[in-house]
């Protein structure tokens, strides 16, 4: 039975920038979207975060990569349409739709508001959805998505700027509050200052910490401090620094990807302290056992966050006045924001404007 | 210039020293300090045989400074007290485990967290607070300050509660501090040795279901029969891993030699908690993507303090847990060093010290 078409297989018409192989270069692509289901909530995309997830997935770095692949998952739009069953939103609502677009809904995870961790999670791009055909995400002018998974956007929090949040932030705030990095007066510390890293510091400066940015290039200190509001910065090579630093911190927030060493990080840590990564390296990393011993420390992991948590991430921001440090970038940008992505070269976010940007075909 | 070992103490001792990295115990003579104001001095009737006296025998970690005297899980009676003890009398049975001495002072000291304090002194292959070296259990007598010593509930024989003073609160620590006392929780213990087999019995204690992880099949009938296991995996199983895949919520990781950490991270379920406390030489590899597909974590701990391994010797009274052991003279050692370098011992060596170590 032929297969139809991106275009055809469903009755909306839509369109996006979509890789078509691993070379990762995006370029217009015709598609379509499923007609508002019973329980769904249609968007006209306003904003679209550029995730360094984006870049592993349309260069099929992690392997699972099927194209073509529309990426994008920090959308932010306006509602035009609610299916009837819809209760917490109408035409016209601010929503924003982060990593996920479904789960199975009886799993002890899903019972658990923890959607993020269901075997059968569906991303919001490059997953098989329930009717057989592939998702795609936000580089593009149109989402529809179940109710259960469509964020609502507070007022006073700008689209462009809280975009990021949807994955970026929640990626930072889940694991702060769960290894109980959250209590006034901790000490925590950030490694690596990009899209991760810098939500890091404003949500662990908002829960009243004191916030230590651990990098690898000194340039960035003075942002660091006076622009993101740390309160220290190391320079991780610098032997005197993370010398002098021992033994000082409640908790690092690891966002480097990398392969990377984790005996100087586990140095860094107080008794009882807590190493969490949320980049994920593709090689294992090597694991000293004296200094975890020694200390009782322990190195955790976590990705994203369920929806109830990222709708308090979100009204948590906003009540702060926290948002991403992005930068505005037309959609013909995008092959070259990847290319500036992929070398750091971005404080700290790209958001493709694609209200105003990208034209339907 | 430093004195021998004979004389640099007031009051001889006796014990069994190794003196070079293969590792091999003879004969020692050595001294103790004079029992001070707040010691104690504890004529040693057991010591119990630890996978780390083997390690530092051998210099395996890097840190030895020979001659060294092992033994950190030490049973025996009360023969002195200084004028400013309380706790204990003159023929109180007592114990002495890993450590002998820390600040007093530090977060970690007063949180009763000395086995975490930066100045800790271990009980041998340390330095003492006076200079000298601390010498450990495979021997006559120890001169111990009151605080580093604990109460040995009578009814606890002394033999086979010896190795709780480091096996047991090695594992009774992490089990606590991790949250593996909730009844009906999926407890896996990795490694069936001195410390896996004393976890399994505080497991059943505190109302886990406990699966042991082993490299071979051979111990399977003893861990569920004997120990109280509800089941037993072997890790070169495929079919049987495949099957156990995400269904634990805790391991407690007791292997000493490098081991891969992927098959045992597969295990847990989500949220769950690898709580490694064995000490090989060289790193482990860590893949981070189990970690973060399913915020699984890894952690250390390193024996307990004081009051922590006080309310374990009690708890163990309590419930009757003892370790199971061989009991050995003072002269086998040697040969039980290179059958526990072979794991082949069920499941701790005891040296029965006040009847076998004699004096030339």
Same mark, same amino acid.
């Given at each position: 039975?032929?297969?139809?078409?991106?275009e055809?297989?469903?009755?909306?018409?839509?369109?996006?920038w979509?890789?078509?192989?691993?070379?990762?270069?995006?370029s217009?692509?015709n598609?379509?979207?499923?007609?508002?289901?019973d329980?769904?909530?249609?968007?006209?995309?306003?904003?679209?975060?550029?995730?360094?997830?984006?870049?592993?997935?349309?260069?099929?770095?992690?392997?699972?990569?099927?194209?073509?692949?529309?990426?994008?998952?920090?959308?932010?739009?306006?509602?035009?349409?609610?299916?009837?069953?819809?209760?917490n939103?109408?035409?016209?609502?601010?929503?924003?739709?982060?990593?996920?677009v479904?789960?199975?809904?009886?799993?002890?995870?899903?019972?658990?508001n923890?959607?993020?961790?269901?075997?059968?999670?569906?991303?919001?791009?490059?997953s098989?959805?329930?009717?057989?055909?592939?998702?795609?995400?936000?580089?593009?002018?149109?989402?529809?998505?179940?109710?259960?998974?469509?964020?609502?956007?507070?007022?006073?929090?700008?689209?462009?700027?809280?975009?990021?949040?949807?994955?970026?932030?929640?990626?930072?705030y889940?694991?702060?509050?769960?290894?109980?990095?959250?209590?006034?007066?901790?000490?925590?510390?950030?490694?690596?200052?990009?899209?991760?890293?810098?939500?890091?510091?404003?949500?662990?400066?908002?829960?009243?910490?004191?916030?230590t940015?651990?990098?690898?290039?000194?340039?960035?200190?003075?942002?660091?401090?006076?622009?993101?509001?740390?309160?220290?910065?190391?320079?991780?090579?610098?032997?005197?620094?993370?010398?002098?630093?021992?033994?000082?911190?409640?908790?690092?927030?690891?966002?480097?990807?990398?392969?990377?060493?984790?005996?100087?990080?586990?140095?860094?840590?107080?008794t009882?302290?807590?190493?969490?990564?949320?980049?994920?390296?593709?090689?294992?990393?090597?694991?000293?056992?004296?200094?975890?011993?020694?200390?009782?420390?322990?190195?955790?992991?976590?990705?994203?966050?369920?929806?109830?948590?990222?709708?308090?991430?979100?009204?948590?921001?906003?009540?702060?006045?926290?948002?991403?440090?992005?930068?505005?970038?037309?959609?013909?940008?995008?092959?070259t924001?990847?290319?500036?992505?992929?070398?750091?070269?971005?404080?700290?976010?790209?958001?493709?404007?694609?209200?105003?940007?990208?034209?339907?075909? | 210039?430093?004195?021998?070992?004979?004389?640099?103490?007031?009051?001889?001792?006796?014990?069994?020293?190794?003196r070079?990295?293969?590792?091999?115990?003879?004969?020692?003579?050595?001294?103790?300090?004079?029992?001070?104001?707040?010691?104690?001095?504890?004529?040693?009737?057991?010591?119990?045989v630890?996978?780390?006296?083997l390690?530092?025998?051998?210099?395996?970690?890097?840190?030895?400074?020979?001659?060294?005297?092992?033994?950190?899980?030490?049973?025996?009676?009360?023969?002195?007290?200084?004028?400013?003890?309380?706790?204990?009398r003159?023929?109180?049975?007592?114990g002495?485990g890993?450590?002998?001495?820390?600040?007093?002072?530090?977060?970690?000291?007063?949180?009763?967290?000395?086995?975490?304090c930066?100045?800790?002194?271990?009980?041998?292959?340390?330095?003492?607070?006076?200079?000298?070296?601390?010498?450990?259990?495979?021997?006559?007598?120890?001169?111990?300050?009151?605080?580093?010593?604990?109460?040995?509930?009578?009814? #606890? $024989?002394?033999?086979?509660?010896?190795? *709780?003073?480091?096996?047991?609160? &090695? !594992?009774?620590? +992490?089990? @606590?501090?991790?949250?593996?006392?909730?009844?009906?929780?999926?407890?896996?213990?990795?490694?069936?040795?001195?410390?896996?087999?004393?976890?399994?019995?505080?497991?059943?204690?505190?109302?886990l279901?406990?699966?042991v992880?082993?490299?071979?099949?051979s111990?399977?009938?003893?861990?569920i029969?004997?120990?109280?296991?509800?089941?037993?995996?072997?890790?070169?199983?495929?079919?049987?891993?495949?099957?156990?895949?995400?269904?634990?919520?805790?391991?407690?990781?007791?292997?000493?030699?490098?081991?891969?950490? #992927? $098959?045992?991270?597969s295990?847990?379920? *989500?949220?769950g908690?690898?709580? &490694? !406390?064995?000490? +090989?030489? @060289?790193p482990l590899?860590?893949?981070?993507?189990?970690?973060?597909?399913?915020?699984?974590?890894?952690?250390g701990s390193?024996a307990?303090?004081?009051?922590?391994?006080q309310?374990?010797?009690?708890?163990?009274?309590?419930?009757?847990?003892?370790?199971d052991?061989?009991?050995?003279?003072?002269?086998?050692?040697?040969?039980?060093?290179?059958?526990?370098?072979?794991?082949?011992?069920?499941?701790?060596?005891?040296?029965?010290?006040?009847?076998?170590?004699?004096?030339?």
């Amino acid at each position: 039975m032929a297969r139809k078409s991106p275009e055809t297989e469903h009755p909306v018409t839509a369109v996006g920038w979509a890789a078509r192989d691993s070379s990762g270069v995006l370029s217009p692509f015709n598609f379509s979207r499923r007609a508002t289901g019973d329980e769904d909530v249609m968007f006209k995309v306003l904003f679209c975060g550029i995730c360094h997830s984006d870049l592993h997935s349309i260069k099929n770095e992690w392997g699972f990569s099927t194209y073509p692949l529309v990426p994008g998952h920090e959308i932010v739009g306006v509602v035009t349409e609610v299916g009837s069953k819809v209760k917490n939103f109408k035409i016209g609502d601010k929503v924003g739709v982060g990593c996920m677009v479904g789960s199975c809904h009886s799993c002890d995870n899903c019972t658990n508001n923890l959607e993020n961790y269901c075997p059968q999670v569906k991303l919001t791009y490059g997953s098989t959805y329930y009717d057989g055909t592939t998702t795609h995400g936000g580089y593009s002018d149109l989402m529809v998505a179940n109710e259960s998974f469509v964020i609502r956007m507070p007022d006073n929090l700008p689209l462009d700027a809280g975009a990021p949040l949807l994955c970026a932030g929640i990626t930072v705030y889940s694991p702060l509050k769960y290894y109980g990095l959250d209590k006034p007066g901790m000490h925590v510390g950030v490694v690596g200052l990009g899209g991760l890293g810098h939500v890091a510091v404003k949500f662990a400066k908002a829960f009243g910490a004191k916030v230590t940015v651990i990098s690898t290039s000194p340039n960035k200190k003075d942002e660091a401090i006076q622009h993101l509001g740390a309160d220290s910065f190391l320079v991780s090579h610098d032997q005197d620094q993370m010398k002098a630093a021992l033994g000082t911190m409640d908790g690092i927030i690891d966002t480097v990807s990398a392969v990377h060493p984790l005996l100087p990080l586990l140095g860094l840590l107080t008794t009882n302290g807590k190493l969490v990564m949320v980049g994920a390296p593709d090689k294992p990393l090597e694991l000293p056992a004296f200094p975890l011993l020694m200390g009782r420390k322990t190195i955790g992991g976590s990705m994203i966050g369920g929806i109830k948590e990222t709708q308090e991430m979100i009204d948590f921001a906003a009540k702060h006045n926290i948002k991403a440090e992005i930068e505005v970038i037309p959609i013909d940008y995008v092959n070259t924001a990847m290319e500036r992505l992929l070398k750091a070269d971005v404080r700290y976010r790209f958001v493709i404007d694609i209200a105003n940007t990208l034209k339907a075909a | 210039m430093a004195k021998n070992p004979e004389e640099e103490h007031p009051v001889k001792a006796f014990g069994w020293a190794a003196r070079d990295s293969s590792g091999v115990l003879s004969p020692f003579h050595f001294s103790r300090r004079e029992n001070g104001d707040d010691d104690v001095t504890v004529k040693i009737f057991y010591c119990g045989v630890c996978h780390s006296d083997l390690h530092v025998a051998k210099n395996e970690w890097g840190f030895t400074n020979y001659p060294i005297v092992p033994g950190h899980e030490i049973v025996g009676i009360v023969t002195k007290v200084g004028k400013q003890v309380q706790k204990f009398r003159v023929g109180d049975k007592v114990g002495v485990g890993v450590l002998v001495g820390s600040c007093k002072s530090c977060e970690g000291c007063q949180q009763d967290l000395e086995n975490y304090c930066p100045q800790l002194v271990f009980t041998y292959n340390s330095i003492d607070c006076d200079g000298t070296k601390t010498y450990g259990g495979y021997s006559d007598v120890i001169v111990v300050h009151q605080r580093y010593v604990l109460r040995f509930p009578d009814n #606890l $024989p002394s033999d086979a509660g010896a190795p *709780l003073l480091c096996a047991g609160i &090695t !594992v009774y620590s +992490p089990m @606590k501090y991790y949250g593996m006392t909730e009844p009906g929780k999926h407890l896996g213990v990795a490694g069936l040795g001195g410390l896996g087999h004393v976890a399994v019995k505080f497991g059943k204690a505190f109302g886990l279901k406990v699966t042991v992880i082993s490299g071979s099949q051979s111990k399977e009938v003893e861990a569920i029969n004997r120990l109280g296991a509800d089941s037993f995996l072997v890790t070169s199983d495929p079919a049987k891993m495949k099957a156990a895949i995400g269904t634990m919520d805790f391991i407690i990781d007791t292997i000493s030699a490098v081991h891969p950490l #992927l $098959p045992l991270l597969s295990l847990l379920r *989500l949220n769950g908690k690898l709580v &490694t !406390v064995g000490l +090989p030489n @060289k790193p482990l590899e860590l893949p981070i993507f189990p970690l973060v597909l399913g915020r699984k974590l890894i952690g250390g701990s390193d024996a307990g303090g004081m009051k922590e391994t006080q309310e374990m010797l009690d708890f163990c009274a309590k419930n009757n847990i003892t370790a199971d052991i061989e009991l050995i003279k003072m002269d086998e050692i040697n040969k039980a060093m290179e059958r526990l370098a072979k794991s082949d011992v069920r499941y701790r060596f005891v040296i029965d010290v006040g009847n076998s170590l004699s004096h030339p």
